[in-house]
């Protein structure tokens, strides 16, 4: 079973602290991991994505890839209230003929900056 | 550039009816991906069209189907509608579908199964 898992949270971050975002999957032939964030009533928006091991950054957002422990986070420095939202994991496995299976999304983590 | 576009926002049908959604993706892209998102089993994926032809399909049942055309527009179709087809229905757009694509995710449409 190809699986993403979040800790649903809610997790709680004062402004202009940072904070922590985890995932781990199921399967060591997974090809890609992004991260989206969802609003309340809105559809998911990339924040990021990455493939290889380490870190990758993108302005206030670090993405750490650890494809030996099968392990996804993302850094959110300097958190604004305006962060605050449901973050999802997804991976992309790779299926039985050499292509992809769809993405497999974690249930989401929610996020909480407090002012 | 336009994001990508879905028709209708709100649909509201009775259990045992069907319904066809729309999706336009991104100008260029050609995949096209389908997702279900309901609050207890999160977000998950129906299938994906490339070059009008189903590459993937998650475990779904048959009463789910979908198609793409020419312009690389989709639609899915849900049969014999159950309480529990009550969702967000999403639909993503990418340049190829590739394994390290990046999927951008429309609007959605709400559906409600009464």
């Known amino acids: 079973q190809k699986e993403v898992e979040q800790n649903s949270g809610p997790l709680s971050v004062p402004e202009g602290a940072i904070a922590s975002l985890n995932c781990t999957y199921s399967d060591r032939g997974s090809q890609s991991f992004f991260w989206y964030r969802q609003y309340s009533g809105k559809s998911p928006e990339l924040i990021m994505f990455i493939y290889s091991n380490g870190d990758k950054e993108d302005g206030r957002f670090t993405a750490q890839l650890n494809k030996a422990s099968q392990y996804v986070s993302l850094l959110i420095r300097d958190s604004q209230p305006s962060d605050s939202a449901t973050y999802l994991c997804a991976a992309r496995f790779g299926d039985s003929g050499g292509g992809a299976d769809g993405l497999t999304f974690g249930k989401g983590t929610h996020l909480i900056i407090q002012p | 550039k336009a994001g990508v576009t879905q028709t209708p926002r709100y649909l509201i049908k009775t259990r045992g009816q069907q319904v066809t959604l729309s999706c336009s993706p991104i100008s260029g892209h050609r995949s096209v991906s389908w997702y279900q998102q309901t609050p207890g089993q999160g977000l998950q994926f129906l299938f994906e069209y490339f070059s009008e032809t189903q590459r993937n399909k998650g475990n779904f049942p048959g009463r789910f189907s979908g198609r793409q055309f020419s312009n690389s527009r989709s639609e899915m179709n849900v049969s014999t509608l159950e309480l529990g087809d009550s969702a967000l229905y999403l639909c993503?757009?990418?340049?190829?579908?590739?394994?390290?694509?990046?999927?951008?995710f429309g609007p959605g449409t709400r559906l409600t199964v009464l």
């Open positions: 993503a757009s990418s340049l190829t579908g590739g394994k390290t694509d990046t999927q951008y």
